[in-house]
């Protein structure tokens, strides 16, 4: 039983850093697979924020590159989120996801996801 968790989210100013931290447990045995954060604000659809794939590879959206960086543990069970410099409209639930694939991880055959963690910057 795949299990998801995240944990790290809270009130903290603009500017700050923050490091939001998953743990994924009973993954099933799959040859491509990716773990990755989204974020939800009210009214607006969950958004892609940094994904990792088995391999190792990255990708971020625009709004976060060169200030997020995705990274993982060495047993590739827990994900962590490094959030620099901030900004108000980073204020969303952060949700941890880990997902399988076939062919590209955008194109998921099943996917599982954490609670969501709460993160709001103040201005």
């Known amino acids: 039983q795949v299990q998801v968790e995240e944990s790290g989210g809270g009130l903290v100013q603009a500017g700050d850093s923050v490091m939001l931290s998953c743990v994924v447990s009973?993954?099933?045995?799959?040859?491509?697979?990716?773990m990755g954060w989204f974020r939800q604000v009210p009214g607006k659809e969950r958004d892609l924020v940094a994904v990792?794939?088995?391999?190792?590879?990255?990708n971020y959206s625009d709004s976060v590159k060169g200030r997020f960086t995705i990274s993982r543990d060495n047993a590739k069970t827990t994900v962590y989120l490094q959030m620099n410099n901030l900004k108000p409209e980073g204020t969303a639930v952060y949700y941890c996801?880990?997902?399988?694939?076939?062919?590209?991880?955008?194109?998921?055959?099943?996917?599982?996801w954490g609670q969501g963690t709460q993160v709001t910057v103040s201005s």
């Open positions: 990792m794939t088995e391999a190792g590879d990255t």
């Open positions: 996801s880990w997902w399988y694939y076939k062919e590209s991880y955008y194109s998921r055959e099943y996917d599982y």
């Open positions: 009973g993954r099933r045995t799959v040859d491509k697979y990716a």
